[in-house]
C-alpha cells in the first residue's frame, strides 16, 4: 500500500470558503489528507493554497449538481486512494426570502438541486469508497432551520424551501444511517450555527472556524459514536 492509499482521506465540498473551508482547515490539522471541492477551479486552488499551511490539502473541482464533476471526482479517488473515510456534504445554497404563498416549483428547484439532490447523488456515488473505510464517517451540514420543533427555527424569515431542504437532509441522514447500521459507517448531521458567511451577507454572530467545530466532531467519532442524528454544539437537536 503506497502513503496515498494509507491515508486517511476526507472530502468537503463547497470547501473554498466559510464553514468548509474551516471544517477542511480543522480535518487536515488532525492529519487527514483533505480534498476540497470547489465548483470554480480559481478559488478552489486559492484556498488549498491557503490551507497547506494547516496539513495537506488539496483542491478537486466539485458541482454537486453536475454528474460529470461527481464522476471525476469518484475516479480520482479511486485511482489515487482507493477509498474514502470522511465525506462531509456541506455545499449549500439559498434564495431570497419569499412568503410561502409566493414560492415558486422553480425556488424549490434550484435550493434542492444543491441541498438535497446533489447530496445523495454525491454520497451514493461515493459510498463502495466509503465501506472500503474502517470508520466511514459522512456528515451533512444541515440547519436548525430544518428542526421543525426548535424555536430558533422560526426566528426572523425562515426560507420555505431552505428550511424544508434542510429537513430533508435530516430525513436523509436517518435513511443513510439505518441502511448502513450494519457497516461501519456513521452518517450524522451538523448544524453551524448563525455563522458571518457570504451566505447571510456575513451577518452571523459565529466564526466560520466555531461553525465548523461540530462537522469535525462528527467526522472523528469513534466507533461507539452517534449515527441517525442531528447535532449541534450543545446537543442533538428535536425534528
Ligand atoms: P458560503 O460561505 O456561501 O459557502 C457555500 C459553499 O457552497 C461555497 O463554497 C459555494 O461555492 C458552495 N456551493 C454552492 N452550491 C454548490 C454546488 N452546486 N456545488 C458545489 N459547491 C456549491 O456559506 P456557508 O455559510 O459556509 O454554508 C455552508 C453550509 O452551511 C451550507 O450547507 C449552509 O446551508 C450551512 N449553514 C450555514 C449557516 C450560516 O449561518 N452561515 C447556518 C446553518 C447552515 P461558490 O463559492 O462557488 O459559491
Redesign the pocket.
Known amino acids: 500500500m503506497n502513503s496515498r492509499r494509507g491515508a486517511r482521506l476526507a472530502l468537503v465540498?463547497?470547501?473554498?470558503?466559510?464553514?468548509?473551508?474551516?471544517i477542511a482547515r480543522g480535518l487536515a490539522r488532525l492529519g487527514l489528507v483533505v480534498l476540497i471541492?470547489?465548483?470554480?477551479v480559481g478559488?478552489g486552488r486559492a484556498a488549498a493554497r491557503e490551507l497547506s499551511e494547516d496539513g495537506a490539502v488539496l483542491d478537486v473541482q466539485?458541482?454537486?449538481?453536475?454528474r460529470a464533476?461527481i464522476e471525476r471526482v469518484v475516479l480520482l479517488i479511486q485511482n489515487d486512494y482507493g477509498h474514502l473515510d470522511v465525506l462531509i456534504?456541506?455545499?449549500?445554497?439559498?434564495v431570497g426570502y419569499q412568503k410561502p404563498s409566493e414560492v415558486t416549483a422553480e425556488d424549490f428547484r434550484a435550493v434542492y438541486?444543491?441541498?438535497v439532490f446533489?447530496v445523495v447523488t454525491l454520497t451514493n456515488a461515493l459510498l463502495p469508497l466509503l465501506l472500503r473505510s474502517d470508520a466511514g464517517r459522512i456528515v451533512n451540514?444541515?440547519?436548525?432551520?430544518g428542526s421543525i420543533g426548535a424555536e430558533a427555527a422560526w426566528v426572523g424569515q425562515p426560507s420555505m424551501p431552505?428550511s424544508t431542504?434542510?429537513t430533508a437532509l435530516n430525513a436523509i441522514t436517518v435513511h443513510y444511517s439505518r441502511e448502513l447500521a450494519n457497516t461501519p459507517i456513521k452518517v450524522n448531521g451538523a448544524?453551524?450555527?448563525?455563522?458571518?458567511?457570504?451566505?447571510?451577507g456575513f451577518r452571523?454572530t459565529?466564526s466560520?472556524a466555531e461553525?465548523a467545530a461540530i462537522a469535525i466532531r462528527l467526522a472523528t467519532l469513534d466507533a461507539s459514536g452517534p449515527s441517525g442524528g442531528v447535532f449541534d454544539d450543545s446537543g442533538k437537536l428535536p425534528w
Request: aromatic share 4%.
Open positions: 465540498t463547497g470547501a473554498n470558503k466559510g464553514i468548509g473551508k474551516e471541492g470547489s465548483r470554480d478559488r466539485l458541482d454537486v449538481t453536475d464533476s456534504n456541506n455545499a449549500g445554497t439559498n438541486e444543491t441541498n446533489g451540514v444541515t440547519s436548525v432551520r431552505y431542504s434542510k448544524a453551524p450555527g448563525h455563522v458571518a458567511t457570504d451566505f447571510n452571523g459565529r466560520p461553525g
